[in-house]
């Protein structure tokens, strides 16, 4: 069974503060990884799509990376409009869908 | 481009009664899903549909019917409402079925079953 976990659950950062956040996968012949952001009362909106470990994507102030057991999003001098759930999700071969991790909370304060 | 739209935004029912929730595309695609949200969990599908004609279950299709209306529309009912489908809903689409395929999603229907 496909597995994804992201950790850590919530994340409180003081704006200009740079961190990771995790994304653990076990999944059979990994076909795509993805992250979204989400806003509160929004649907998910596509940041980054990672298909082989050692790729990386770069949007504004996020960076998304992928080994073959994890993927991280860097966040680089956040700012409070950063403050969203960021979701991961990824799919394999095996079982043909996508699996969604339950989502970090980012919290950016001024 | 509008994207993906759903309506109703928000509704409440009594159990026992039934309700469909629709979903458009404007984007051409030729797969759209179903999706629930709830606290504490990742997104679950419920069915999705990888081509106009063609709808299959996914992980918690129980108590739920979909109809591919056409390439743009994918409706999802609920045939008799339960407390336990309390949710928000999602739809979403991709330019093709498959896991390396990213989806885009609309902005949700909140459902509270009484």
């Known amino acids: 069974e496909d597995q994804v976990t992201q950790s850590p659950e919530a994340l409180r950062l003081q704006e200009g503060e740079s961190s990771s956040l995790n994304c653990s996968y076990t999944v059979s012949g990994l076909r795509g990884l993805f992250w979204y952001r989400q806003d509160p009362g929004k649907g998910p909106e596509f940041l980054f799509t990672l298909y082989s470990a050692g790729e990386e994507k770069e949007k504004e102030r996020l960076k998304a990376t992928l080994t073959k057991k994890e993927s991280f999003l860097h966040i680089t001098a956040p700012k409070p409009e950063d403050s969203a759930t960021y979701l991961c999700t990824a799919g394999g071969t095996s079982y043909g869908k996508l699996t969604f991790g339950q989502g970090t909370i980012l919290t950016v304060h001024p | ?114």
């Not at chain 2, 108590?63 to 407390?83: D, I």
């Open chain 2, 1 to 114: 481009n509008a994207g993906v739209t759903q309506t109703p935004k928000f509704q409440v029912l009594k159990t026992g009664q039934s309700m469909t929730l629709q979903c458009a595309q404007d984007m051409n695609h030729n797969s759209m899903y179903w999706y629930r949200q709830d606290p504490g969990m990742g997104l679950r599908l419920i069915y999705y549909s990888a081509s106009e004609g063609t709808t299959d279950k996914g992980e918690v299709p129980n108590g739920y019917n979909v109809s591919r209306l056409n390439k743009r529309e994918f409706s999802l009912r609920l045939e008799s409402a339960a407390p336990s489908q309390t949710s928000v809903y999602f739809c979403a689409s991709s330019e093709l079925a498959g896991v390396d395929n990213e989806q885009f999603f609309g902005p949700g229907t909140r459902l509270t079953v009484l």
